[in-house]
């Protein structure tokens, strides 16, 4: 605006000022452009981490796609290799990739100068950086060896400790699985919140997980929502498969969490009731109870389960109402 009021003051015929503002326009644009991707540039190196390890010459990104796309048992095998030989030294990097975030205005900012022609900037996401690292960590989690993972299974970022529990849910069976239930009785809340995450990954659920993870729902501080929230929702999966199997102090536990000030927690545990077919007269009368809570979600999931039970529970409850 200011551009086009300077070359409008004054004088001179109509066309030729209209030319000179077409100019002063385009002038004032590339200004802001180049503007814009030098701030690009100095937010861009404000957030960069370490630089990317490389085996090959092909940086561990490359390594990670190959892996994940690998159409035969060769090309998996080689890009694992590549990986573990990369192994510990690619830790660091690794760590603080998965603790990288880039602010919303950053992230647009980047998209946008990807955009503009005479730049070119290459950026990638902040969701895509995360998953290579987390899918690296797993594939250098044997190299690392059990101690090294718990120990990142402490560490003090979230995105971390739940990338270790992971790693650790892909090691041979059942070792990995084993170690995450171990540590689901950590005096560390944060620990075992990862620990509950890293029990849905791996394709092996032991039933031996089942008590601990209610515990986690049943006696977490009242302000570590991210325990009770992880465990209520890894439970749902293991109600699925151990239906008519779940101990009766788990239940319990359930029942009592579709009371949590957490509607995620109310909401998975009215779930994962449901997936265990229970036919006990306190269930069913709790799920009644939580087809009229405040959150909708909740009504739901308490009105499904209710269904799973049997067609009698949710004929009671329509009866109620």
């Not at 959150?295 to 049997?310: K, M, N, Q, W």
């Amino acid at each position: 605006m200011a551009c086009s009021h300077w070359v409008t003051g004054g004088g001179g015929s109509a066309p030729a000022l209209g030319q000179i503002a077409t100019v002063m326009r385009r002038l004032c644009i590339s200004g802001l452009l180049i503007v814009l991707a030098l701030l690009g540039v100095v937010a861009l190196k404000r957030t960069s981490s370490l630089p990317e390890p490389e085996y090959q010459g092909k940086p561990l990104a490359w390594w990670v796609t190959e892996r994940s796309i690998a159409s035969t048992s060769e090309q998996a095998q080689r890009a694992e290799t590549a990986l573990r030989e990369m192994g510990t030294n690619s830790l660091p990097y690794i760590s603080s990739e998965l603790q990288r975030r880039d602010s919303k205005p950053v992230d647009w900012l980047m998209r946008l100068l990807q955009r503009v022609r005479p730049f070119r900037i290459q950026y990638t996401p902040p969701a895509i950086r995360h998953y290579h690292a987390q899918a690296a960590l797993t594939a250098i989690g044997p190299a690392l060896g059990k101690p090294r993972v718990l120990e990142l299974m402490a560490h003090q970022s979230q995105y971390v400790r739940e990338a270790a529990a992971h790693a650790l849910a892909e090691f041979a069976v059942p070792e990995g699985q084993q170690a995450l239930v171990a540590s689901l009785s950590s005096s560390n809340l944060s620990v075992r919140a990862a620990a509950a995450v890293g029990l849905r990954g791996g394709g092996y659920f032991p039933h031996t997980a089942i008590m601990p993870l209610a515990s986690c729902i049943g006696d977490a501080d009242a302000e570590h929502a991210e325990l009770r929230t992880a465990a209520a929702e890894t439970l749902v999966e293991y109600c699925r498969i151990y239906a008519g199997r779940v101990p009766e102090v788990a239940l319990s536990n359930l029942v009592h969490s579709l009371g949590d000030s957490s509607p995620a927690v109310r909401r998975f545990s009215a779930t994962a009731l449901g997936l265990a077919k229970p036919q006990g007269e306190l269930v069913i009368a709790a799920l009644t109870v939580a087809t009229n809570d405040p959150d909708p979600t909740v009504r739901d999931s308490a009105l499904s389960a209710l269904t799973l039970i049997g067609p009698d529970a949710a004929e009671r409850v329509a009866e109620r109402k």
